[in-house]
């Protein structure tokens, strides 16, 4: 399989749109999501996207808490599919392969953040303005 998001929203599209309507659900995925990058987040792959991966992060838990509203739904669906993917063991390079494991992980959380990159930047915007508020 050619790891592209094209290949992986084939893959996991039906699983993703599971998530996006159930909220819970998506919390639970996020907050699992969140727990293993601070577990990598020293040293690796992991460590040189943690910034950006925070972003989306957040932008998937206030999506899923109704505080953030100006996600649309297929960027939630990627996000979903690139956390789905980070927090799955077998996938092209299974995670127990020390480091390399991750290579994978990171380069499709990667091009998750490119895809999303404009409704990435929307939010880190007004999460700026709603803190200052």
């Known amino acids: 399989m050619e790891l592209n998001l094209e290949n992986l929203q084939k893959k996991m599209g039906k699983k993703a749109k599971e ?26 792959p992991i460590e040189a996207i943690y910034e950006s991966l925070m972003l989306l992060f957040g932008i998937g838990r206030d999506w899923s ?11 939630i669906i990627i996000i979903i599919i690139g956390l ?12 127990f392969i ?4 991750l290579v994978d992980d990171a380069f499709v959380l990667g091009l998750v953040i490119n895809q999303v990159k404009s409704d990435l930047d929307k939010y880190r915007v007004w999460k700026l303005n709603n803190q200052s508020a």
Not at 25 to 39: G, W
Not at 67 to 74: A, C, E, I, N, T
Not at 98 to 101: E, H, K, R, S, W
């Open 19 to 44: 998530y996006a309507n159930d909220k819970v659900k998506a919390t639970k995925l996020i907050d699992d999501a969140i727990a293993k990058a601070e577990s990598l987040s020293k040293g690796g």
């Open 65 to 75: 808490n109704g505080s953030y509203k100006g996600v649309p739904k297929g960027s």
């Open 84 to 95: 789905i993917y980070f927090l799955s063991p077998i996938d092209l390079i299974p995670d």
């Open 98 to 101: 020390p480091v390399a494991g």
